[in-house]
């Protein structure tokens, strides 16, 4: 999300924020279809579909409330993806079994209004029910999936508002489930990047995303 959104930013300056989003999303589903694909094997069905039912209810809520704003409100949104992406790991000492289910919605809410570093809150919600280490990768198998359901409710939120482009989002759902094939099978096999080097790319994405806001702004 950090390096497509300002990319539709500049390609289609006269969209809306939610057509922005919601097109984004559209190969944000591909993508995960084919992550899920790669992965089904592992995947805790009955227990991912319990734990979004009101990450699912908040997601809906989220893409309503974005559907036709403008895109000067992309500037602080991308703010707070920014600050949501870094703490989002140290925030998930406070879920505990009485928080979690409102964790839940709060991370569908902020599924639907942006989503990026989404994968981050979801595999620190997940984590209550997996906290063995060993379970790192089982969990983000997980969160792939409850993903794939988040991201559903919002493509169908959006498409209900009239926010999918068809020219946009065809062409990025195409590359999208190769890509989500692909990630999946690196994610099964434990291929990462270091720590390092995922922390400079992702700061390399968040400068991207914030400058392209708001020059836009």
């Known amino acids: 999300m950090f390096f497509s959104v300002p ?12 057509a922005i989003v919601g097109n984004v999303k559209v190969g ?6 084919g992550s899920t694909y790669s992965t089904h094997e592992h ?10 039912l009101l990450a699912f209810v908040g997601t809906v809520v989220g893409a309503i409330l974005i559907s036709h704003l403008d895109q000067s409100w992309l500037l602080p949104a991308t703010v707070l993806a920014v600050v949501v992406a870094e703490f989002a790991p140290r925030a998930s000492r406070f879920i505990t079994g009485r928080t979690f289910h409102l964790a839940s919605f709060v991370t569908g ?6 989503g990026a570093g989404i994968g981050i809150l979801l595999v620190a919600l997940l984590r209550l029910k997996h906290p063995a280490d060993a379970d790192i990768a089982h969990v983000k198998v997980q969160a792939r999936f409850v993903e794939l359901i988040l991201t ?6 959006h498409w209900w508002a009239g926010n999918l482009i068809a020219a946009i989002w065809l062409p990025w759902a195409a590359g999208s489930i190769v890509g989500g094939i692909a990630g ?20 390399i994405a968040y400068a991207v995303a914030i400058l392209t806001a708001a020059v836009r702004f």
């Not at 990319?7 to 939610?18: D, E, V």
């Not at 809410?109 to 942006?114: N, P, Q, S």
């Not at 390092?196 to 700061?203: D, G």
């Open 28 to 33: 944000s589903l591909f993508r995960a279809i």
């Open 184 to 203: 999946g099978m690196l994610l099964k096999r434990m291929m990462y990047l270091s720590g390092v080097a995922q922390k400079i790319v992702l700061r």
């Open 109 to 114: 809410l902020y599924a639907g209004t942006f």
């Open 7 to 18: 990319l539709l930013q500049w390609l289609f300056p006269g969209i809306t924020f939610g």
């Open 152 to 157: 559903v409710s919002a493509v169908a939120t």
């Open 43 to 52: 995947v805790e069905y009955r227990r991912g579909l319990g734990i979004s």
